[in-house]
């Protein structure tokens, strides 16, 4: 049974950091490029940030460089998401995504709420 479970989330005051982490299993996780997506109330998902499966080459949306950083872990089937000097308007629901060819996974998603 595949299953992608983020964890990580909460509320952070503007400029403090969070790391998230989704943890994977059921499939060959180092297969599978791994992604972070967010979707703000009203707006539609979009992606923040990817890597693929053996690591190496990451790319960021143009609002988050320099601030997110993408990383996994293959000997622990985890991808994180290390967010920094975060602002109000990366406040979104954050779901990673687990994508091999046609075959992509998604998890349920956890709340990031940045706000003072």
């Known amino acids: 049974q595949v299953q992608l479970v983020e964890s990580g989330g909460g509320l952070v005051q503007p400029g403090g950091s969070l790391r998230l982490s989704c943890a994977a299993s059921?499939?060959?996780?180092?297969?599978?490029?791994m992604s972070w997506y967010r979707q703000a109330p009203g707006k539609e998902r979009e992606l923040v940030a990817t890597?693929?499966?053996?690591?190496?080459?990451?790319n960021y949306a143009d609002s988050v460089k320099g601030r997110f950083t993408i990383s996994r872990d293959n000997t622990k089937n985890t991808a994180f998401l290390q967010m920094s000097s975060l602002k109000p308007e990366d406040t979104a629901v954050y779901y990673c995504?687990?994508?091999?060819?046609?075959?992509?996974?998604w998890g349920q998603g956890t709340q990031v709420t940045v706000s003072a």
């Open positions: 995504q687990a994508l091999m060819g046609r075959s992509a996974y």
């Open positions: 059921g499939f060959t996780f180092s297969d599978y490029a």
């Open positions: 890597m693929p499966g053996r690591g190496g080459y990451t």
